[in-house]
């Protein structure tokens, strides 16, 4: 969700300069609504099984194929449809590409990589735009009608992977004290992570949860909200697509490159040598010190900096 996310902003920037380029965009069906509604892009086409969308893809001709991702998987579909292929120096089987875009500074945040992906295409845009997701009418006329009008947060504690995931009951801790601020609090989560959001749901008094959104709900009930706490994750970026203030608990992952992009953020780190990691385990510790590390207080401070909260008397 998040990388399709991020793909807005330079995707908007292109869009902007060049308005007669039709853009179509190659996605995992599950995440073909980040673009849904959105008018930057002409066409969605959704992956689902590989010999489908390959058959798919052999009937289609491009002015250009760009590769994002680099991965083998992608490299094929770039290969069965029909135009030049991009992609960059760093690549895999990078003598199949007829272009190839120099590799991106290691520490410069994903939209801005791919922004000087595009620069060096022939964008001539300076500086990429915050991301983009349009309103979803309904979902949020359901969303405002189950909050009327109250004041709400939305704390979303899952994540992929343990070294992203902060502890259940600090995210409870952080609940608890917006409570007190006359606050309600929502809680979400994906696929999986039903059993870990209730965890915090449970210590959390009279605090709602919401279970099996589909992306758009997510957004319009994100979008209404307050603020958004939540760990690196896709829902994040959603935050930022939206325009919600964030607050986002960050353990393993390069929040130099990863961080909340347009919009006014507090990313909660403390400094590792060992970081960034690949995340899947800690490689130095039994568990994953960095996310362990982060407190409730840290994470209070930056809710009160964002939502100008006041200490409880």
Aim: glycine letters at 8%; proline letters at 7%; charged letters at 20%.
């Amino acid at each position: 969700m998040g990388d399709c996310l991020l793909l807005t902003s330079p995707v908007r920037a292109l869009k902007e300069e060049f308005p007669q380029f039709r853009i179509s965009v190659l996605v995992e069906d599950r995440f073909a609504p980040c673009f849904e509604g959105n008018p930057d892009f002409h066409q969605i086409l959704r992956a689902r099984s590989k010999s489908s969308t390959g058959s798919h893809l052999f009937t289609r001709h491009f002015n250009a194929i760009i590769n994002l991702h680099g991965g083998p998987t992608s490299l094929a579909y770039s290969c069965a449809a029909w135009g030049r292929r991009i992609g960059a120096n760093q690549y895999r089987y990078a003598k199949l590409y007829n272009g190839l875009v120099p590799a991106p500074d290691p520490v410069a945040h994903t939209v801005e990589s791919t922004f000087e992906m595009f620069r060096w295409l022939g964008l001539r845009a300076e500086k990429p735009p915050s991301l983009r997701y349009e309103v979803h009418a309904e979902s949020s006329r359901r969303m405002q009608e189950r909050f009327k009008g109250r004041p709400y947060v939305v704390i979303h504690p899952g994540a992929a992977m343990a070294t992203k995931r902060w502890d259940a009951a600090r995210f409870a801790a952080v609940g608890r004290t917006l409570l007190e601020q006359q606050m309600t609090v929502a809680i979400t989560c994906g696929p999986g992570e039903e059993a870990y959001a209730g965890q915090v749901a449970q210590e959390i008094p009279k605090s709602t949860i919401m279970l099996g959104l589909s992306i758009p709900e997510l957004a319009e009930l994100i979008r209404g909200a307050r603020l958004y706490i939540g760990n690196d994750s896709g829902p994040m970026h959603l935050a930022a697509a939206v325009g919600t203030p964030t607050v986002a608990v960050w353990g393993s992952s390069d929040s130099r490159r990863w961080h909340p992009w347009g919009v006014d953020h507090r990313v909660i780190q403390n400094p590792f040598e060992c970081n960034p990691c690949p995340g899947y385990r800690c490689l130095v510790a039994e568990s994953p010190l960095c996310i362990e590390s982060v407190t409730i207080d840290q994470v209070n401070e930056a809710v009160n900096q964002l939502i100008g909260v006041k200490e409880p008397c």
